[in-house]
């Protein structure tokens, strides 16, 4: 579906590419004005409007000039549809995107991009007068354009737009599986193809049982491919924030720890030990928190890649729920030291920095769990 272009046509394709549109307007003005029988010069500059999104009727104007020197012109009938949408007129597109399919029925794109727009417009239609889409009406839409992707597909089996809009049509139909699949599609064509990469590991790391280290390796290796993804970022963040969250369990583990030390909870049948503690015991009592952090923190931290590392230390800049989780690991920690360290000769001071130390974290866990950004 391509022809030569006049050089200045090619190159105010080119300026639209890189959203300069009103130099590409220019551009097309002075060509038109040479040869207003240009059919692509009026389809770019349909384009140039449709893009820019700043005037829809001025690209129904472009298109219909080009539909007057050739009605059967694909390019500018594609142009057309986009034109109409922006204009706003969606439903009168559906007739231009069949007459496409007439005209050229061995053209993967036509197919592909009424698919896409199809089960919309019956939506709209649907919605006509009360405002509500009908669900039966629009499952039907869904399934006659599920139709017509999937023999854009058999055209057009290297086309990835094709498989886009298959899996838009598997995902509005909450067929999950086909979905998965054209995720894979889309993923054999196009490596780095930022949305199914973004949908393949967000479904990896939010799986049941995966731990936080490993849905952050997850979402690091796939913002290697596509370091611009915000999803992948965002569920980076999401994954670095559980490994924070991780690191106030150690804090709370610490003060249970601290709290058996010094038997500071009675139990039936057992004498609690005399206070004050003497030295040796009460040093003794940092060796098993020294543990938990050395193999629940340090360990673990030094193991990260260091691109999840960094995010850590971006994280804690950018979220305050961040600096929140450290501040109550820290505090309890505190309250853990001051039971297990000072003399006590009894125990209710140790008790309310327990309690001190517990009640902030056990406070907010429930409330910071989904917290993201």
């Known amino acids: 579906m391509t022809t030569t272009l006049h050089p200045a046509v090619e190159r105010a394709d080119l300026l639209i590419d890189l959203k300069r549109y009103e130099e590409a307007r220019e551009l097309l003005a002075r060509r038109l004005a040479e040869a207003p029988d240009d059919i692509r010069a009026w389809v770019e500059l349909a384009r140039s409007h449709v893009e820019d999104k700043e005037d829809g009727a001025k690209a129904l104007e472009a298109t219909e000039q080009a ?13 057309h549809a986009r034109a109409l949408r922006v204009g706003g007129r969606f439903p ?13 029925p061995d053209y993967w794109f036509g197919y592909a991009r009424l698919a896409d727009w199809l089960w919309r ?23 006659e ?4 992707a999937q023999e854009a597909i058999r055209l057009g089996p290297e086309e990835v737009y094709a498989y886009e809009v298959a899996w838009l049509i598997a995902d509005m139909s909450a067929d999950r599986s086909v979905a998965d699949r054209m995720d894979e599609a889309i993923l054999r ?9 973004a949908r393949r590991t967000k479904k990896a790391a939010t799986a049941p049982g ?18 611009g993804s915000a999803p992948m970022q965002q569920g980076l963040d999401v994954a670095s924030y559980r490994l924070l969250r991780g690191v106030r369990w150690l804090a709370l583990l610490c003060l249970a720890l601290a709290a058996a030390g010094i038997d500071l909870f009675a139990t039936d049948g057992e004498t609690q030990r005399e206070l004050p503690l003497v030295l040796g015991q009460r040093l003794w009592d940092l060796v098993p928190m020294a543990a938990v952090w050395a193999l629940g923190a340090l360990l673990r931290y030094r193991r990260l890649r260091a691109g999840i590392r960094v995010n850590l ?3 804690i800049r950018r979220f305050a729920w961040s600096r929140v989780v450290l501040a109550q ?9 001051l039971i297990t360290q000072l003399p006590w000769t009894e125990r209710t001071v140790p008790l309310v920095l327990f309690w001190a130390g517990l009640v902030p974290s056990v406070a907010t866990m429930w409330f910071d769990r989904p917290k993201t950004r």
């Open 67 to 79: 539909l007057a020197l050739n009605a059967e012109d694909i390019g500018a009938l594609l142009m």
């Open 189 to 197: 064509l196009d490596p780095q193809h930022e949305l199914a990469l």
């Open 121 to 143: 417009i019956r939506a709209i239609r649907s919605g006509q007068g009360t405002g509500e889409i009908q669900r039966d009406a629009l499952q039907a839409a869904l399934r």
């Open 329 to 337: 690991a820290a505090w309890a920690m505190l309250c853990a030291l």
């Open 313 to 315: 230390h971006s994280l």
């Open 210 to 227: 995966v731990k936080a280290k490993e849905a952050a390796t997850l979402y690091a290796d796939a913002l290697a491919s596509a370091p």
């Open 92 to 104: 009168e597109t559906e007739g231009v995107l069949r007459e496409v399919i007439r005209l050229a």
């Open 145 to 148: 354009a599920d139709l017509i």
